[in-house]
């Protein structure tokens, strides 16, 4: 016997095993498949697709990332923005002239003599 | 032949392939993923899939596309199962281990009358072949069931693997090697 015809008997031996295995499928299981395949034939004739047909898996990983997402988006929202020096156009100027810091360091000097400057 | 009609012709067409494919699916999921509910998930996942995306194809090439989607969602089942692992790895949890791997072919009754001594040869190489096929990279267990099993040929095979059919070749090839050394004792 050459060995083409050796491997052809193995393998067919093998596809009859395969196939006693799935003729004895217990009931219970047969009528989980049947199940399924009318389920999906279903789909077939009315065409329409509804929320509950996306998987499980889809949905809760669909759901994590976008919970994920709001969260992210939320902190970064809400975070002190400390890398700002000036919040407003004129603290900018203030920031950017050099000259008038004393002026602005002195400033409640200034305004105490103003006013004692002007009761005398 | 009105739109119903025909309709309804392409519902009774899907309806006979998927029952005739179905049990070598889910028994083709059962063995890649070693448990019966997971498989019967995916066997059911792959039916809907398939209506809702290829029903309309021509009936040829039904076959090579249904099994495209089964192995697709097989090996997704087994990349997450992989990522689950090293999870449970990393955060230190137990995995129960021997959730549902009882052998469904040592639970089923034999009603074809064998002798004592053929059932038990028989049983023995159920038993076998299973454990066998059950060993190979995945890649060759698909090859190898859908080349040997399902019979499609090299080419629907490539499609169903979404590989060349090169590939095919040799995972198809290096799997009936191994089989025949594994399951030796059992060639006539």
Partial sequence: ?120 | MTAQGVQLDTTEALNLFLADVERRALRMAQIAVGTLDDALDLAQDAMLDFVRRYATRPEGEWKPLFYRILQSRITDWHRRNTVRNRLRFWFGGAGDGDENDGDQLENVADSRGDTPAELLLRRDLASALERAVKSLPLRQQQAFLLRAWEGLDVAETACAMGCSQGSVKTHYSRAVHTMQGLLGEYRS
């Avoid at chain 1, 596809?15 to 219970?28: A, F, R």
């Avoid at chain 1, 000036?86 to 105490?112: C, G, K």
Wanted: include cysteine; hydrophobic fraction near 40%.
């Fill in chain 1, 1 to 120: 016997m050459n060995i083409d015809k050796r491997e052809k008997e193995f393998l067919q031996r093998i596809k009859q095993e395969l196939d006693c295995g799935v003729e004895q499928l217990d009931p219970v299981t047969l009528a989980r498949l049947k199940s399924g395949r009318m389920r999906a034939l279903e789909k077939a004739h009315t065409g329409g697709w509804r929320f509950g047909d996306i998987p499980r898996w889809v949905t809760a990983g669909g759901f994590a990332t976008v919970t994920v997402a709001v969260v992210a988006v939320s902190l970064w929202s809400a975070a002190p923005r400390r890398n700002m020096v000036a919040a407003h156009p004129e603290d900018t100027e203030i920031v950017a002239s050099q000259e008038q810091f004393d002026l602005y360091d002195d400033l409640e000097f200034y305004r105490w003599l103003a006013e004692n400057g002007d009761a005398r």
